[in-house]
């Protein structure tokens, strides 16, 4: 498979054409890099060349590294991995500074071909990296087009050469943004801070021109040239020393030291700053393998990269169904659920019925979707047409009648199994043979719910996270008499709308809840107990969890929580295990301290809403115990709370793909991406420490922490998740 082209013109330039076969957008393999550095090789050798233009044969330039390669390497790279890795990350180092230097002399910077990019679109990671050691960059001044190196979202940092080049083309405080956050610009952004040259209609003309008319000192990077100083200062210089000083507080006060890549990156920049820039390059390699050969980076890139994508491009839809994407959706209830579930599908270029039982509720539902691209247009991401055309495909009104050739039915309305069920009956009289229903629903089993359809086989589960404009993960279930083509319709209507689904069977809480409430619950339970609540809340941001479990139940409100933990006590009687957790709750609840929505919860608010520290009045009753527990023990303990349910998922048949476990957790409630997800985080500790701290959590805080017979068995044999369950290992 050929990924580079070359075509030498008779007006003297080599035009270097990158586009791989099969992909709609560019991905660098190790055999790509291969091919362009033998075409480089060529040009430079060949008398008649004149300069050299590398361009994409797509509409984008690339998307980046082929991520399922690089995270082989490591496996790959024999018995001694670090070296293996080092040694092929300074290859492809090598092949990126031949095209920067280009043949030109050591001593004189002199002889040299120039090198310019092209770029017809979006350039990421690796595929702004090769820009960047060319000479120059032109790009077309496409406002879509995306800009940026966001190695740092998937636990790794630009490695290629572009933490180097970009520190020493802007300097640190520049830089700071695209690397550590990962910023995306377009081209008009790009070029005004700095990291791409020109904007041009014509990339490939215009770069043709500058080739045949640059001069050596065109073509010499100012870090080649004698007296460099870096810019905004080295870390010695006074400036430069309160730049990474600031940066090292912002990289610890953002990742909570539970994010390699970050504090490497920072390293590299800082020693790389201190040195030469090929000694630079060799620092920037080996931090590179130090965040490579750190189970993290491994397990962020196969949970954020490749089994999202896989679970996005339908890895576990039905393979027998023909296509269902949805073309008229009928969404029953206009509260914030069902006006953001709304908005996204009309977005998605889906006609929408929205309904409810008074127009005046159905236009307040429509009007959540005008506010929305309002603001869109403010922040000039949304056009006055885009907002037109969007608003038009909403019919907001009371009448069923208007359900008339829907294909997707979504009922939002009250959690109250009476009102759903008399919901159904109404829609099924209106909609066609074909349709499927589905129930958007958090709690309520799917298979009882569908007890008032017609046609159970095509109903099934949606649940939406709040708020859904926003929120990521589609959590699809399945109840006992769901179909295939339920599924299907369910999968390519998320696929529609741009978000990640995981399939399900029927159970109490399903999956995301079934692990996200026992966190809330061991959160509270330790309030009980005495442990400090900062302890309890800083514990699980130390070990990556986005919000503690106390704010995380103000922000879904107290009085929700009071009302599930009813429901489920009265659902399992002598068995309800969460009884001190009520004690708490019911408290709260009849303080009137019902979380954010009262400005009142475990938190404390100003008249604003803002939240401005933990409430005093909760020390009063359950004050805080002279002996308070190790971080690592609060930190196990909420950490085991989520993890274990979802090993108790799998086990149960509940979860049926692995990868849908540690996706949905990251992206549904968060799960401390560093990790990979709980089934990855159990795989990085080893299944047989993981039995033996849940045997020392029964012992001393109860049987919710009993190690799961799955877990034992795989303790046993010395087995990890993905090695027993993955796609690989059931392909072997």
């Known amino acids: 498979m050929t990924e580079f082209t070359m075509e030498k013109g008779a007006d003297g330039v080599a035009v270097i054409t990158w586009d791989v076969p099969g992909k709609s957008m560019n991905v660098l393999s190790f055999d790509g890099l291969r091919e362009l550095d033998a075409h480089i090789d060529d040009a430079l050798a060949d008398d008649a060349v004149k300069g050299v233009v590398i361009t994409s044969g797509k509409d984008t330039f690339a998307a980046g590294m082929d991520l399922n390669v690089l995270a082989k390497m490591k496996e790959q790279a024999g018995d001694d991995p670090a070296r293996g890795l080092f040694d092929g990350i300074m290859q492809m180092h090598g092949a990126l500074r031949k ?82 956050e990962g910023k995306l610009s377009d081209p008009i952004k790009a070029k005004a801070a700095g990291i791409i040259d020109e904007v041009v209609a014509d990339p490939v003309a215009e770069a043709k021109e500058w080739v045949l008319n640059a001069g050596d000192k065109d073509i010499v990077k100012p870090w080649d040239e004698k007296g460099y100083k870096m810019p905004g200062g080295a870390p010695y210089h006074p400036a430069g020393f309160m730049t990474f000083v600031g940066a090292s507080a912002m990289v610890n006060g953002k990742t909570k030291g539970v994010y390699p890549a970050a504090k490497a990156l920072l390293s590299a920049v800082y020693e790389g700053a201190m040195v030469p820039f090929d000694t630079a390059l060799k620092i920037e390699a080996r931090w590179f393998v130090n965040v490579l ?88 991401k949304i056009t006055e047409d885009k907002k037109e055309k969007v608003l038009g495909l909403i019919n907001a009104t009371t009448d069923y009648a208007a359900l008339e050739g829907a294909d997707l039915i979504i009922e939002a309305v009250f959690e109250d ?9 109404k829609v099924e009289a209106v909609i066609g043979e074909d349709c499927i229903f589905a129930t958007n629903t958090s709690t309520l089993p799917i298979s009882d719910l569908a007890k008032a359809s017609k046609r159970p086989e095509q109903f099934i589960g949606i649940h939406f996270f709040s708020p859904v ?16 083509r339920a599924v299907a319709k369910a999968l390519d209507y998320v696929r529609q709308i741009k978000k990640t689904p995981i399939v399900v069977n029927d159970a109490r809480f399903f999956y995301a809840n079934r692990c996200i409430i026992p966190y809330i619950n061991e959160g509270i339970r330790m309030v009980a107990e005495g442990i400090n609540p900062a302890l309890i809340e800083n514990a699980a941001k130390l070990v990556g969890m986005p919000l503690g479990p106390l704010q995380l139940v103000d922000e879904t409100s107290i009085d929700l929580g009071a009302k599930i933990a009813r429901a489920t006590k009265a659902a399992m009687g002598d068995a309800y295990p969460d009884a001190a957790v009520d004690d708490v709750i019911f408290w709260m609840e009849g303080e009137g301290r019902l979380g954010r929505k009262a400005n009142a919860g475990f938190y404390a608010y100003d008249e604003k809403g803002k939240r401005v520290g933990l409430w005093g009045g909760l020390e009063a009753k359950y004050p ?84 799961p017979p799955l877990l034992r068995e795989m303790a046993d044999k010395g087995q990890s998740f993905y090695g027993r369950f993955s796609p690989e290992a059931d392909a072997a």
């Open 293 to 380: 050969m750190n189970p993290s980076s491994s397990a962020m890139i196969r949970s954020l990269f490749i089994n999202k994508g896989a679970l996005e491009k339908g890895a576990v839809r039905p393979a027998d169904v023909a296509d269902q994407s949805v073309k008229k959706v009928g969404v029953l209830g206009a509260g914030m659920m069902g006006a953001g579930i709304a908005l996204v599908s009309a977005l998605a270029g889906i006609e929408v019925v929205l309904i409810d039982q008074k127009q005046e509720a159905a236009d307040k539902g429509k009007a959540y979707s005008e506010t929305y691209l309002d603001k869109g247009i403010k922040r000039k």
């Open 99 to 180: 095209i920067e230097r280009a043949g030109m002399d050591a001593k004189t910077n002199k002889g040299g071909k120039p090198i310019a990019a092209a770029l017809p679109g979006t350039a990421l990671g690796i595929g702004l990296e090769i820009p960047l050691a060319c000479h120059r960059i032109f790009c077309v001044p496409d406002p879509k087009a995306k800009i940026g190196l966001p190695e740092i979202m998937i636990g790794i940092f630009p490695g290629a050469g572009g933490t180097t080049r970009m520190v020493r083309k802007m300097g640190a405080m520049a830089a700071s943004p695209f690397l550590l």
């Open 469 to 484: 404009e926003k929120m990521m993960l589609v959590e699809i279930i399945k109840g006992k008499e769901t179909g295939d």
């Open 417 to 425: 199994p009476a009102i759903k069920a008399e919901v159904t009956a």
């Open 624 to 707: 805080v115990a002279d002996d308070q527990p190790d971080l690592t023990e609060v930190q196990h303990r909420l950490l085991f709370a989520q993890s274990l349910e979802a090993v108790r998922a799998l086990e149960e048949g509940v979860l049926m793909d692995i990868r849908e476990g540690d996706v949905g957790a990251i992206l549904g409630w968060g799960f401390a991406p560093w990790s990979g997800g709980p089934l990855s985080w159990l795989d990085i500790i080893g299944a047989p420490y993981a039995a033996e701290r849940c045997d020392q959590l029964e012992a001393k805080h109860g049987a919710r922490f009993a190690c």
